[in-house]
C-alpha cells in the first residue's frame, strides 16, 4: 500500500471527475449508432493518433513491460522494436486504405460489417464467425485491463482485490456506455499524454537519484550485468532465436487488433493519416522507451527484490518511492489512463458487434437508430460483467492475458485485413479460411508446449491464416469479376494515389 493515500486519492477524484465530464459532453454529441461507435467519422490527425496509441498500450505499458524489463533488462528491447515497428507499418499500410474502403463498401461501421460488405457475405457467416472471435478475444484483452486495475487499487489503497476490480470496472463502465466512440477517443487524448509524461518523469527521476546515466548504469550492472544484455531471458538465461522471435513478433498483433483498426475507420479522410502516423510513431517510442527504462532502474532502486506477480508493480513502487504525493497521484493514475484507455475501447468495439453484426443483423433489421444506441449501452454493461468475472483470479500476469488476446486478434484478422486491402483476386472463402485459420490456431497453439511450442502463437497463426488465404481464393469458383471491378472502383477514393487492384 503506498505511504500517502488522501493526496492519491482527491488526484484519482480529480482524474475521475474530468473524464466522466468528457462523457457527458460526448454523450451530447452522440445522436445515432455511427456517433456512438464511429464518432461519425470526424476525428483530427492528433486525436486519432493519440487515441489509438493510448488504446493499444494498456495497463501493461505501465505493469507488464517494467515488470519484464526488470527481470530480462534490455532483453525487453525485443518486444519494444517490435511494437515500433508494428506502429509504424500498421500506419502506413492500413490507415488511409480502411478508411477509404470501410466507407466505400456499404459505409461499414465495424470490422465484420466490413469484410461482410467487401466479400459479399450474404449469409452473414463470415460476418458472424467475426464478430464471435471478437467477443472471444476482447473478454480475455479486457478482463487484463481489469486485473491491471485490481493490482492499481489493491496496491494503492489496500483494497481487497474484489473491490479493487470492481472499482477500476466501475470507472470505465461510466463514461463508456455513457459517451460512446467520441468520450472514448477525446479521454484517449487525456489518457495519453498523462501516460507519456509520466513514463518519461519516472526514469528521469530515478536516474537523478541514483547519480546520473553513468552511475546508474554501473548500479545496474552490479546488481546482474545480464540486465544490460539484449540477449538475457527473465529467468537469466540466454535469449536464442526462438525467443527473439517471440517477442519481436508481438509487431505482427498491430494488423488485426479492432480497437486500433476502428480509427483508422474514424479518421476524419486519408488526408490526415500522414501527419497522425508521426504522432503516434513519436508517442510510442517515448513511451515504450520510458518503460523499459523505468524497468532496469528500478533494480538498484527497489529493496528488497520483486519476484513473481509483484515485479508487475515496479512502477508503482517506484513512484512512492520517488515523488511527493501528490505527483505520485498523477504518475499513478497513469496507469488508471492506460487501464481505461483500452479498455473502454475494447468494451465499445464488442458492443458495437454484439448490436451491429449480431443485433441489427439477425434480430431486429429495421430496429431505429434510439434502440440501437440503448441496445449499445446495455452490451457495454453486460461485456463489462463478464470481464469482470474472468478478472477475479489476482494470480493472472497482465502481460500473459494481453499476449494471448493480442495473438488472436493478429493471427485472426491480420492476414485478412491486409490481403483484403490489397489484393482484389481475394474471396469470401478466403477471408473465412483466413480467420477461422488464425483463430482456431492461436488457441490450439496455447495449449501445447515444449520445443517449437514454446514459439509465440502469433507466429504460426499469422503464416497459416496467410497461406489459408491464398489457397482458399485461388481455388474458389466464384465469379471474382465483379469482385474486382468494385474493388478497383474503391480504391479510386485513394488521395493521391495511382494504386492498382493486385
Not at 483530427?44 to 493519440?50: F, H, K, P, Q, T
Not at 474484489?162 to 477525446?186: D, N, P
Not at 461485456?383 to 493478429?410: C, E, R, T
Request: charged letters at 10%.
Amino acid at each position: 500500500m503506498v505511504s500517502d493515500t488522501t493526496a492519491l486519492a482527491l488526484t484519482f477524484f480529480a482524474y475521475f471527475a474530468a473524464v466522466l465530464v468528457i462523457g457527458w459532453y460526448a454523450y451530447r454529441r452522440t445522436a445515432d449508432l455511427k456517433d456512438f461507435i464511429l464518432g461519425g467519422r470526424r476525428l483530427g490527425s492528433g486525436v486519432a493518433a493519440l487515441s489509438a496509441g493510448a488504446s493499444d498500450m494498456s495497463g501493461w505499458l505501465l505493469l507488464g513491460l517494467p515488470g519484464l524489463a526488470y527481470t530480462a533488462g534490455l532483453g525487453s528491447l525485443w518486444l519494444a522494436g517490435g511494437l515500433l515497428l508494428g506502429t509504424y507499418l500498421n500506419w502506413r499500410l492500413l490507415a488511409a486504405r480502411l478508411r477509404v474502403l470501410s466507407a466505400a463498401y456499404g459505409d461499414a461501421l465495424t470490422l465484420p460489417e466490413y469484410l461482410a460488405n467487401r466479400f459479399g457475405d450474404h449469409n452473414g457467416l463470415l460476418r458472424g464467425l467475426s464478430a464471435l472471435f471478437i467477443l472471444l478475444f476482447f473478454l480475455l484483452y479486457t478482463s487484463s485491463g481489469l486485473v491491471a486495475g485490481g493490482k492499481l487499487f489493491e496496491a494503492v489503497f489496500g483494497l481487497p482485490y474484489l473491490w479493487a476490480v470492481a472499482a477500476g470496472a466501475l470507472a470505465i463502465l461510466l463514461y463508456t456506455a455513457i459517451g460512446g466512440f467520441l468520450a472514448v477517443s477525446w479521454t484517449d487524448v487525456l489518457q495519453g499524454l498523462l501516460m507519456v509524461v509520466a513514463l518519461v518523469a519516472v526514469p528521469v527521476a530515478a536516474v537523478s537519484v541514483l547519480g546520473g546515466t553513468t552511475a546508474a548504469l554501473e548500479r545496474i550492472e552490479a546488481i546482474d550485468p545480464g540486465l544490460l544484455s539484449v540477449f538475457t531471458t527473465t529467468e537469466g538465461g540466454t535469449l536464442g532465436l526462438l525467443g527473439i522471435t517471440s517477442l519481436a513478433a508481438w509487431g505482427l498483433g498491430y494488423f488485426g487488433q479492432p480497437h486500433i483498426l476502428a480509427r483508422f475507420q474514424a479518421i476524419r479522410g486519408p488526408q490526415a493519416v500522414g501527419r497522425a502516423r508521426q504522432i503516434a510513431v513519436g508517442w510510442a517510442a517515448l513511451t515504450l522507451g520510458g518503460a523499459i527504462a523505468t524497468g532496469l532502474v528500478g533494480a538498484p532502486l527497489i529493496d528488497p527484490p520483486l519476484t513473481g506477480g509483484e515485479r508487475e508493480k515496479v512502477f508503482i513502487h517506484l513512484v512512492d518511492l520517488l515523488f511527493h504525493p501528490v505527483l505520485a497521484g498523477i504518475c499513478l493514475a497513469a496507469i488508471l489512463a492506460a487501464i481505461m484507455s483500452t479498455a473502454d475501447s475494447q468494451l465499445l468495439v464488442s458492443s458495437a458487434a454484439c448490436t451491429e453484426d449480431f443485433y441489427r443483423r439477425l434480430l431486429r433489421p429495421g430496429a431505429p437508430s434510439g434502440e440501437l444506441v440503448a441496445v449499445g449501452r446495455a452490451a457495454v454493461v453486460l461485456i463489462a460483467g463478464l470481464a469482470f468475472l474472468l478478472a477475479l483470479d489476482s494470480d493472472a500476469m497482465v502481460l500473459d492475458l494481453v499476449g494471448y488476446a493480442w495473438a488472436g486478434f493478429g493471427a485472426a484478422f491480420g492476414p485478412v485485413l491486409i490481403l483484403s486491402l490489397y489484393w482484389s483476386r481475394m474471396t469470401r472463402r478466403g477471408a473465412l479460411a483466413g480467420v477461422l485459420t488464425g483463430g482456431l490456431t492461436v488457441v490450439i497453439w496455447r495449449q501445447l508446449e515444449g520445443g517449437p511450442f514454446d514459439l509465440y502463437e502469433i507466429v504460426p497463426g499469422f503464416l497459416l491464416a496467410t497461406t489459408a488465404i491464398l489457397v482458399a481464393s485461388l481455388t474458389d469458383p466464384q465469379p471474382r469479376a465483379g469482385l474486382e471491378r468494385a474493388f478497383g472502383e474503391a480504391l479510386a477514393g485513394l488521395p493521391g494515389k495511382k494504386d492498382q487492384a493486385v
